[in-house]
């Protein structure tokens, strides 16, 4: 998951990087699943799932502004899909900065109250291309439920936009991504309309080195095919 508030108030908060961000969001919803208050005034629905009060918890990090925290590195890393060398040195800047305090973690008031988005796991996608892939497909998703449409995999969306909606400063850094993802086939630019569509069926990216072999391995099997004795 990664919390929205990144892309607007807290964008610059300790200058983290996406992958800290990515980590940070994850932890601060850890921590808060996982406060002995947080299932004080829980309820139950008719489906028989418990939902805690989310205006409970914002009154809670508003007071404290720091929730207790006790987690693994390897459960981090296992939960984020992020190796586990690059959460060691991630925990330790956490550290450094005062973000991570023993058992605990520090929690800007109002930080939670955007809500966040769902990140997908197992794609291959580090950084801001995993962030900003999430951020297209829940795009994607509330254009379509906005116009009654299932099966629409556009979005009428510009780099300029979609860098002002994410807080980024630099259009130039979206166009990139979206490059960098097309050229992965996770996007395609319609050239008549100019609008993106997403691949929703992709899981895996191919890795330039991936795509090289594929390559050499088919021009393997045609020249070993012409080569046959008939």
């Keep these: 998951m990664f919390y929205r508030s990144f892309f607007k108030e807290f964008k610059n908060w300790y200058n983290l990087n996406w ?7 994850f ?44 987690i693994s590195q390897k459960k981090i890393a296992e939960k984020t899909d992020i190796s586990l060398r690059t959460i060691a040195t991630i925990m330790g800047n956490f ?13 800007p008031k ?18 801001f291309q995993r962030v900003f ?18 099966n629409n995999l556009y979005i009428d969306t510009w780099a300029s936009t979609l860098a002002k909606d994410m807080g980024i400063e630099k259009k130039s850094d979206i166009q990139n991504c979206i490059h960098c993802l097309t050229e992965k086939n996770y996007l395609k630019r319609d050239k008549e309309t100019g609008l993106l569509a ?11 080195k991936q795509v090289k072999e594929e390559k050499e391995e088919e021009k393997r099997k045609i020249k070993e095919y012409e080569n046959l004795p008939f």
């Design 19 to 25: 992958n800290e961000k990515i980590v940070y969001s």
């Design 27 to 70: 932890l601060v919803n850890y921590a808060t699943m996982h406060q002995d208050y947080s299932w004080d005034n829980a309820s139950k629905s008719e489906e028989g799932v418990y939902k805690i009060d989310m205006d409970e918890i914002i009154f809670f990090i508003d007071e404290n502004e720091r929730l207790w925290l006790r």
């Design 95 to 107: 550290r450094d900065k005062g973000i991570i305090d023993n058992d605990s973690i520090l929690v």
């Design 110 to 127: 109002g930080f939670i109250d955007n809500g966040f988005l769902k990140l997908p796991t197992g794609t291959g996608l580090k950084g």
């Design 133 to 150: 892939w999430a951020f297209i497909n829940e795009r994607l998703k509330h254009y379509n439920n906005k116009r009654g449409k299932e």
């Design 198 to 208: 997403i691949n929703t069926k992709l899981h895996k990216i191919k890795t330039p």
